[in-house]
């Protein structure tokens, strides 16, 4: 049986950077032919990132996508690369985009892989998978292939597939079975959810049985906008032995040595097979010969705990939502509390200290003990620790208006989001918004106060797992050695936003740990108000939660993006109409 030298590059590409990620392609496929490598596969869309959304539309778009791949074809060549073939996502169409006038019916523009070689393009191939679900709008942008691409390559006969054709059964899959193949690659842009990597090696599992094949599954990491991407790729073989997996969350190169039946006799360029598909099959010449020595193992990367997970992937989402968009720094208010407490520790770990402004806002409210701690946070990450007393400027607007009660509460807010406001247009930072998701849910915010920002990395963590994140984070640098970052004061008072004598979250909402989890049957199970009492809920608790979720969806509209981490985040994922007279009555 052959043996193929497979490299998995699991690489962090940009949105709309064609030159940028195309020399990443470069660069990553040089370190793979040094490995030794014979076939490498980089994520899908992987020369336009991923998701390119509206730009689709674009026909000036469309076309530097294609551009840029005949373009990186001979570049590969000219770095002495040609014998490598390479599979790389792109953007490409054989139409006009679908809501232009000129739409043709079965045509338009495509989801697509390529396999570059000898400076060109060997073969392509259409995602025949759609996914319109939760952040997936792909019946929107693309037409769906009806074709599965095989390429014979050094004796082994390769389907190319790409991320959701492996998520539903059927279609490409079972078609690779009956065309015979060896090896399915299958190229992801595979966003990070909490414990999606329990999922997807069963179902990686399956689809191997399913095509009677070994699946190589190559996913991106990085930040784009509200999705982060994990990496998490693998190798599992046709009897559902998990040969080698990377870590998560880094670019990485996963070199495997994969021994793979023989291809058979070479069938017609295109049949006709089951599923309405046709097989379009393709031949490599001369790659890379078998290296000599010992073989190459991947390894197999052990998942680690909840926590350390989405830790990493809220750096990461903060990490590159700044980066990719060219923000020198960040600035948040530092309350004394757990939620900026958290807030300003993920962005010392994604930017380091030195990018890192944190100002604490106190007012006449204020507790001795919440300055103190929002200090020694300041100490303990080394960010740059600013105070500006917002009770003067408070004054000045009693002085000059009649305002009382909750108006009094909100203005304090305002007069904060002013001032991060004023540091972000004077100095140029990213204003860091600190709001949890269970505070979002139930609309416990001022708009144009503690919701001012342009991103938050909390949004869509629960109050409860907040708790969770802080004790690990700490627990972790204990373990290395190193100062806790978070204040223990933060993590064990009780949470407030202290706009009036003695107040405490507590006054207006349950506790959270009976708010928590009727807001995750509500928001991410979609459960009524059945399905929650029955759930052992107390119903007027429940009534009294989804009051308070349904009329705040006006403030979650304005809210600023921040990293996806659950199977239902606010924004793309759950999109409810703000005027909307449907209630769950009890």
């Known amino acids: 049986m052959p043996t193929l030298r497979l490299a998995l590059s699991q690489v962090n590409p940009t949105v709309g950077d064609l030159a940028g990620n195309a ?25 336009t990132g991923y998701p390119v959304e509206d730009l689709v539309f674009r026909r000036s778009f469309v076309a530097a996508s294609k551009a840029a791949l005949e373009q990186l074809a001979a570049d590969l060549a000219a770095d002495g690369l040609g014998d490598l073939p390479v599979v790389v996502g ?29 400076g060109g393009v060997v073969a392509t191939y259409f995602k025949h998978h759609l996914p319109n679900y939760g952040v997936f709008d792909e019946d929107r942008y693309f037409i769906p292939g009806d074709a599965l691409t095989v390429v014979r390559i050094g004796g082994v006969d390769v389907a190319l597939t790409i991320c959701e054709d492996l998520w539903q059964a059927g279609g490409p899959f079972a078609v690779a079975r009956q065309a015979g193949v060896g090896l399915v690659v299958n190229i992801n842009g595979s966003p990070y959810e909490l414990n999606k990597d329990d999922i997807r090696l069963p179902l990686v599992r399956r689809r191997a049985a399913e095509a009677g094949a070994t699946i190589a599954y190559v996913n991106m990491i990085g930040g784009q906008d509200e999705l982060v991407f994990e990496g998490d790729s693998m190798i599992v073989g046709a009897d559902g032995t998990l040969l ?40 490599v010449g001369s790659i890379p010969a078998a290296p000599t020595g010992p073989a190459a193992a991947g390894g197999v990367m052990e998942p680690v705990a909840d926590e350390a997970e989405v830790w990493q992937a809220l750096v990461l989402g903060l990490r590159d939502y700044v980066n990719k968009n060219r923000f020198p720094s960040v600035v948040l208010g530092l309350s004394g509390g757990i939620d900026s407490a958290v807030v300003a520790a993920l962005a010392v770990d994604a930017l380091g200290p030195q990018r890192v402004v944190g100002v604490s806002l106190p007012s006449q409210h ?4 919440s300055r103190a701690d929002a200090e020694d946070l300041g100490k303990r990450t080394g960010l740059d620790y600013r105070v500006e007393p917002i009770q003067p400027m408070v004054d000045t607007f009693l002085a000059n208006m009649s305002l009382s009660g909750v108006t009094v509460e909100n203005l304090q807010a305002r007069v904060r989001g002013v001032i991060l406001m004023a540091l972000s247009n004077q100095e140029g930072h990213l204003v860091l918004t600190t709001g949890n998701k ?13 919701s001012v920002g342009g991103f938050n990395p909390v949004k869509d963590v629960w109050k409860t797992l ?29 949470p407030s936003a202290e706009l009036s004598p003695g107040q405490l979250d507590s006054d207006s909402l349950p506790e959270y740990d009976v708010l928590d989890p009727i807001l995750i049957g509500y928001v991410d199970g979609d459960l009524g108000r059945h399905g929650l009492v029955e759930s052992g809920h107390d119903p007027a608790v429940v009534d009294r939660v989804l009051r308070l979720v349904d009329v705040a969806e006006y403030k979650r509209r304005q809210s600023a993006p921040g990293t996806k981490i659950s199977m239902k985040a606010f924004g793309r994922d759950r999109r409810l109409p703000i005027t909307n007279r449907w209630r769950e009555h009890g």
């Open 90 to 118: 792109y953007l490409d169409a054989d139409g006009p985009p679908q809501v232009s006038g000129d739409a043709q019916p079965g045509r338009g523009a495509r989801n697509a892989a390529a396999l570059l070689h000898q």
């Open 244 to 283: 080698t997996r990377a870590p998560q969350f880094v670019e990485h190169l996963l070199v495997h040595d994969v021994e793979l039946p023989e291809a058979g006799e070479r069938g017609a360029d295109e049949e006709q097979l089951a599923d309405g598909m046709r097989v379009l099959r393709r031949t």
């Open 23 to 47: 020399e990443l392609v470069r660069t990553w496929s040089r370190r793979a032919a040094d490995a030794g490598a014979q076939l490498v596969a980089f994520p899908e869309m992987m020369l």
């Open 466 to 494: 907040i708790w969770r994140l802080a004790k690990w984070r700490n627990a972790d640098a204990a373990s290395r050695g190193e100062t806790p970052p978070i204040p223990e004061n933060s993590i064990g008072k009780p």
């Open 438 to 450: 269970s505070e979002l849910a139930v609309g416990y915010s001022t708009l144009y106060g503690d």
């Open 366 to 369: 204020s507790s001795e003990h």
